[in-house]
């Protein structure tokens, strides 16, 4: 047994809005500047959709993540290392900015600086990269607003698949539509395809914490690690020559603080903690032959903190208290172990990822109390699972590999605590005999309910420091993100993106870095500078 330590994070997409806070708010912290302005560590893309990048999820595409091969070992979907080397400099598999999309910003300088006429100015739309005119087809959720509907929803890769794969075909008629957010961040895979895909050994996986990081340094921009990731979440500075990608905000998390995303989440959806794997046991787990089993088998992979014998390991691997303590109190482990309601991303990648989510409960109580009968009522929740707006099946083919069977168990318990904690909070007498069937007891719906419902700061985060002794020192580092300088992450400077002064008239708002006044942004009163 070798026991390892591993930041993980879970959400619950019940309660994410789509605001897309997160998102802008990780767009300011780590690609503010030129060279990324397509960039998005962390964006929140609304399902049926086709996502960032588009279509991201068809991996007969974009060859990325692990297969079985006929001997059924592992091997890369984007081939052995002659594939990789024949197309070093011509990556096949890599999406282009197409399949991003263009960002774009506007001349507002045209609205305050056009001359008196009879026609009424306009800001027409830039290209934040070339700074040329351009026409506006495509954005990082340009789903949102036509989500569920079928402009765009049939070629959603796991509606496609449901169609052609299970002949499962589902409806887009106005009245059965349904959406539902779906924010995504780098996975941080205990076996990540990126990593192996990198020839110049630039990605790593951090052994302290398992953040998976690109050594700017020892990057050769080759790209292979962009096409290895299959969630795609490694983006190449066009700028830099780099690989760049979400760093889990590490200078934030050494010191004990959340990711950017999780702190200014407005919906506290988001849940940070500790988790001890047996390292020796990933590559067994991750090539398990049937894809169902590579959920449980992921889960079966986290150890109890508590048990004497992973106790006594992890003293041999050097694992710190306060590391044993967080896992203890990690209040990932709780919603991925002890209930069993949070669920991988697309495990038949077998990258085993670390960013988890909970279903989302809500349109089901919609649905049953639109028949007239009542919504919350544990026993009307468990007859309607199936009948959601939100297919079982799509969400299996979300977070299962296509297995009914936790998608519904976890909707159970979530459906059976919204029952018993309502009767509870009415002063009813609450029906315990729900809490048996969906496979929880009172004390555990009780502490679930609060940890969903109820959690405050420090509860849903529970980050030890990366060193005691140097937490002071790591404060300041915190404040600016470590990676405040020329080229790097978060790099600020100037009024404009990059450092460099924004182009006459134009005003990124998306990475414009706060400081200083744009051209552009307000008009120059005669006689007065800019100030």
Not at 30 to 37: K, S
Not at 190 to 214: F, H, Q, T, W
């Amino acid at each position: 047994m070798r026991v390892m330590a591993q930041l993980a994070m879970v959400m619950n997409l019940d309660k994410c809005i789509g605001c897309h806070t997160c998102s802008v708010t990780c767009k300011q912290t780590w690609t503010n500047r030129g060279g990324v302005e397509y960039a998005w560590f962390n964006n929140v893309e609304t399902r049926p959709g086709q996502g960032y990048p588009r279509r991201y999820e068809d991996q007969d595409r974009w060859r990325g993540g692990w297969e079985l091969d006929r001997r059924g070992r592992l091997r890369l979907r984007g081939g052995g290392r002659l594939r990789r080397l024949a197309s070093l400099f011509a990556n096949p598999d890599l999406p282009g900015l197409g399949d991003y999309y263009e960002p774009w910003t506007y001349d507002y300088r045209n609205l305050v600086d056009a001359p008196l006429g009879d026609d009424v100015p306009v800001a027409r739309p830039t290209s934040a990269i070339t700074g040329a005119p351009t026409s506006v087809t495509w954005g990082p959720n340009w789903d949102d607003d036509l989500g569920g509907m079928p402009e765009h929803a049939d070629a959603d890769p796991v509606v496609a698949k449901l169609r052609d794969e299970l002949g499962m075909k589902l409806k887009f008629e106005f009245e059965q539509s349904f959406l539902f957010y779906l924010p995504r961040i780098c996975e941080h895979c205990l076996n990540p395809s990126c990593v192996a895909s990198c020839p110049s050994g630039a990605m790593y996986k951090r052994a302290e914490d398992g953040i998976v990081l690109v050594d700017q340094d020892q990057c050769r921009g080759w790209r292979m690690c962009v096409s290895g990731c299959p969630y795609k979440k490694v983006y190449f500075n066009h700028k830099t020559g780099k690989a760049e990608k979400c760093t889990f905000c590490y200078p934030r998390v050494e010191v004990g603080q959340p990711t950017i995303c999780s702190e200014t989440c407005v919906g506290r959806l988001r849940y940070i903690g500790v988790l001890l794997y047996d390292a020796d046991q990933v590559t067994e787990a991750a090539s398990i032959t049937d894809e169902h089993a590579l959920y449980p088998a992921q889960r079966d992979l986290f150890l109890d903190p508590d048990d004497p014998e992973v106790i006594a390991a992890a003293e041999r691997a050097g694992i710190p208290h306060d590391w044993m303590e967080a896992a203890r109190r990690s209040p990932v482990r709780d919603l991925i172990c002890t209930y069993q309601v949070a669920l991988p991303l697309h495990p038949e990648y077998r990258t085993m990822p670390m960013v988890w989510y909970i279903p989302p409960l809500s349109p089901v109580v919609d649905a049953v109390a639109e028949t007239g009968f009542d919504g919350e009522d544990a026993g009307n929740l468990f007859g309607a699972i199936d009948a959601l707006r939100i297919p079982v099946e799509y969400l299996a083919e979300l977070f299962t590999a296509g297995d009914v069977g936790p998608v519904r168990g976890s909707l159970r318990k979530l459906a059976a605590m919204r029952s018993y904690m309502r009767s509870v909070n009415l002063g009813e007498q609450p029906e315990e005999s729900a809490l048996a069937a969906a496979g929880l007891t009172t004390d555990q719906v009780r502490s679930m309910y609060r940890l969903l419902a109820l959690a405050k700061y420090d509860e849903r985060y529970v980050i030890p420091t990366a060193g005691i002794g140097d937490a002071h020192d790591l404060e300041s580092i915190a404040t600016t993100c470590s990676l405040d300088t020329d080229g790097g992450p978060g790099m600020g400077g100037g009024s404009g993106t990059g450092g460099q002064e924004l182009k006459t008239g134009d005003t990124d708002l998306f990475v414009w870095s706060g400081s200083g006044r744009p051209d552009g942004m307000f008009p120059t009163l005669k006689g007065q500078g800019r100030s």
